[in-house]
């Protein structure tokens, strides 16, 4: 046993690769995805320390290119998730009491592979199954998922450091105790980094899961896998599962031993699952912890300081980065009238610069929805927008199928401020504005904040300080992360902690030590020295 006090090395954010031309990593990750996309792969579940198949089958498809096949994943029954539960609370007995520093050397090497040799893949891993742009896979699957790890693993040092006062001959100290049970992670499809940090951070806390990617993640959902046990994370730590959603979840909620979920996803589907725990709250050993981060109706608010180029640029990259497929995503815009025209006017003229097509391609800033659903979902709000007559498609509105799930980035102009999409999340590159009268400010920041049920991101535009805390304190509870001259999607691990309030989530903030404290049952010891002897208090007498 070590009687060393270890400190874990100190974390720096990954730097983003520049994939320019001729660059080795361009070449690399070309090379890559193109034996990716040349070779089809089944993927079985992983339980305990095996790979787990079913007579169910799904396949993988580029959303970009939906008719080439990538593979097959298997589903899991009922009894795949009740053995993924026993596998879990078996590894549970020895992986809680693993010490802390051997935790955290598993996921810092994880971070090293993810940085290494496993960058090429788990980014065109991400480009094929996700449809991201290399950059976009970059800044994801690789830097974001690398700064997870190596960031978490520092704030669970300084967790773990969190001691209480003592005072004279009593010594108090406070464990940080796994969850009793198991934690269930659910991650969504347009995060690479999301997928493997829902899971990590938990486990890494001493804590044992089970892991449902989505359905169209799982492909690259396989490359993280094979980091973690290449790592040396031990059997059973981490299941990983697919199939269908309710019947996996409701046999997750039913067991006595459900600690806690980590989700990303739905609003709905959140809610429904939080419904759900409380009315199986007797059957549980504990309460269990509920983390989760969902929707966004995520909004731009331009004062008439503000300078349109930076406006319109602020526009583009928040609303059409990976086609507006982030909860962070700029969905609602509001414009002064004196601004507006020059505003708008750049955003077109950029948007014609901007083309479509495969990720591999990388003249290509914007490429495909992720699936039919979601395509068939923005062409309606799409068609609708043409049909009615407050509102009008000034940039965009075209639309093909036919190979990829490809829309244009789309901007819808409105008179009406709760016009459907200023308030319905459509998590596509459709952005509605609003102009309104400059004397209007301060009604039109009360309206910014009583627009929509969501409260994840929001940024204002401004060169006037006192609009600009007009602003932050009329919108307090409008975001859990505000920008101020800058787009609202971004947030870097360790700088801008990440999560929203209202009907966006817990806001438990991903990225910060917040997070982590979720994931433990603090226990308090007191030792006293010298024990009293005699009941007696002084004012007895």
Known sequence: ?????????????????SY?????EKEEVLKMYNSLYNKTIEIPMR???GNVKTDDLASMNPPHDHKHLLGTYHKANKKNIEDAISAALKARTTWSKMPWQSRASIFLKAADLVAGPYRAKINAATMLAQSKTIFQAEIDAACELIDFLRFNVKFMQEIYENQPENSPGIWNQLTYRPLEGFVYAVSPFNFTAIAGNLSASVAMMGNVVLWKPSDYQVYSANVLMEVFIEAGLPDGVINMVFGDPEMITDTVLKSTEFAGIHYTGSTSVFRNIWNKIGKNINNYRSYPRIVGETGGKDFIIAHSSAKPKEVATGIIRGAFEFQGQKCSAASRVYLPESKAKYIIKEVQTELKTITLGSP????????????????DRLVN?????????????????????????????TVALTTNPKYDTMQRELFGPLVTLYIYPDTNW????????????????GAVYSQDRYALEEAITALENSAG????????????VGHQPFGGAR??????KAGSASNLLRWVSPRLIKETFLPASDYRYPFLG
């Open 360 to 375: 591999s391609d990388f003249k290509n800033f914007v490429t495909a929805l992720i699936h039919k659903g979601a395509f």
């Open 20 to 24: 320019a031309p001729g660059s080795p």
């Open 503 to 508: 009907g966006s989530g817990t806001n438990d």
């Open 47 to 49: 339980i305990g320390g």
């Open 442 to 457: 301060k009604d039109t920041l009360e309206l910014v904040d009583q627009t929509s049920e969501y409260a994840l991101t």
């Open 381 to 409: 709000a799409i068609e609708k927008i043409k049909k009615d007559k407050d509102v009008e498609i000034i940039a965009g509105g075209n639309y093909d199928d036919s190979k990829g799930y490809f829309i244009e980035p």
């Open 1 to 17: 046993m070590s009687n060393s006090i270890f400190q874990v090395p100190d974390p720096s954010n990954e730097p983003i690769l």
């Open 481 to 492: 992360n505000f920008y101020i001259n800058d787009k609202p999607t971004g947030a870097v």
